[in-house]
């Protein structure tokens, strides 16, 4: 069958790295990926199913593995050669429709008992990714056994898909895994009802964001980040109360939080940080860049929740400190705690607001598996080029022939 797979080679990585320094997405051109002949993965217990992806989605994480741009933090937590993919919606050898929840957690891996954040539900945080019955991996797409979904087929524990209702669009449903990470996101913000929350970022992450804090707390202020007209539009539709250019942050929030400016040189008037500032930011970014602007424009004792996956980053920790501003990262899904005090699937929750927000329209573009290069340079130019979420189609008759 065809699959992208992703090999460790050192001089390949580093060329790849380079390439996509000057042009992003290019990594995959001169690095350790290619589109392979390779073997339908074996199933390794009566729990598993082959599932045939219909769209397969291109997540910044997957970028910057290609980019060369990843932290070395994964390595011990992956397992060569693998198949990128996490995004997925397929179908099952019976012809039902699934998405898939990417996590490997203990219960995929027939680890008994399970560890004490697999059995509170939150699969998410696992600590048995490198062990149990198939190889490292903290996903899907980053585990050699299972494949993932960039491909024609790959492998998956029962327990990590999830129905499709009929009605519901493959491009809607491609969407619920991403979504999942915004609700995940929005719900570990414990923002106050007439709280304000700033998002750092328009990209996937950052709408999906912003749709489920309009979602999940309809009164809360909502200031966004937005570089590019299609990302400014869509941010405002989704629930932004002001969406503004980044140089525009710190007057913005100092304006919107009568908060007073602190500028290390009075000559030019330019804000360094404010005395107040917003109650949560959410960085959907993850660069040294964007943590700056967070610490300097969340209030004393506020909150920054880091969504965007951050890699090596230099960063001035003394507001942290000074301001004794909470930094925690919101990494995947599992069990949710909502405002009434009941409980919820993060999945569930994601495609219930899929489907009402209409988040299908997030969908910008697709490309067969063997246009691979042509889309993840698309997926890394996609704010430029007027785009959301790029995406792999394997739907056509042609694609699954090669199964």
């Known amino acids: 069958m065809k699959a992208l797979e992703f ?28 589109l392979v002949d390779a073997d339908l993965p074996e199933l390794p217990n009566q729990d598993w199913e082959i599932v045939k992806p219909r769209l397969s989605g291109i997540c ?75 190889s490292p991996g903290i996903q899907t797409g980053s585990c050699h056994d299972t494949g993932g979904g960039w491909s024609v087929a790959f492998a998956a524990h029962k327990s990590q898909l999830h129905p499709v209702k009929k009605d519901l669009s493959d491009e809607a449903a491609v969407m619920i895994e991403p979504t999942a990470c915004g609700v995940h996101a929005a719900l570990n913000t414990g923002v106050t009802p007439e709280g304000t929350v700033t998002v750092l970022g328009s990209g996937t992450l950052g709408l999906v964001t912003i749709s489920a804090l309009r ?3 309809p009164t809360i202020t909502i200031i966004a980040t937005a570089r590019y007209p299609h990302q400014k539009s869509l941010a405002a539709d989704l629930g932004a109360d002001f969406v503004i250019a980044p140089d525009e942050l710190k007057r913005t929030v100092r304006r919107m939080t009568k908060s007073k400016a602190i500028s290390l040189s009075s000559k030019d008037g330019s804000v360094d940080r404010l005395t107040g500032g917003s109650d949560v930011v959410v960085d959907c970014v993850g660069s040294s860049e964007s ?30 400190w000074h301001r004794e501003i909470q930094l925690v990262g919101a990494y995947t899904y599992g069990l949710e705690t909502l405002a009434d005090g009941s409980t919820a699937r993060t999945f569930d929750l994601a495609a219930n607001l899929v489907e009402s927000a209409e988040l299908d329209r997030l969908v910008s573009a697709v490309y067969p598996l063997n246009r691979y290069q042509d889309a993840l340079e698309h997926a890394a130019a996609a704010g ?13 008759e042609k694609e699954r022939d090669l199964l």
Do not use: W
Request: proline share 8%.
């Open 215 to 217: 979602f999940h707390f």
């Open 291 to 320: 943590l700056t602007d967070a610490l300097a424009v969340t209030r004393p004792r506020g909150k920054i929740v880091l969504v965007g996956m951050p890699s090596s980053v230099n960063l001035e920790l003394t507001p942290l």
């Open 60 to 134: 910044g994480s997957d970028l910057a593995t290609i980019d060369g741009k990843s932290a070395r933090y994964f390595e011990p937590l992956i397992s060569f050669p693998f198949t990128p993919g996490h995004e997925v919606v397929g179908d099952l050898q019976d012809g039902t429709r699934v998405v898939l929840e990417p996590v490997l957690g203990c219960i995929s891996r027939n680890i008994d008992p399970p560890c004490a954040s697999c059995a509170s539900g939150q699969i998410g945080n696992c600590e048995h990714t490198n062990f149990g019955e198939i």
């Open 384 to 396: 430029r080029r007027g785009a959301v979420k790029v995406a792999f189609d394997l739907r056509s």
């Open 7 to 34: 090999r460790r080679n050192i001089p390949r990585y580093a060329a790849a790295r380079l390439a996509g320094s000057f042009t992003p997405g290019r990594g995959s051109s001169v690095g350790p990926m290619r």
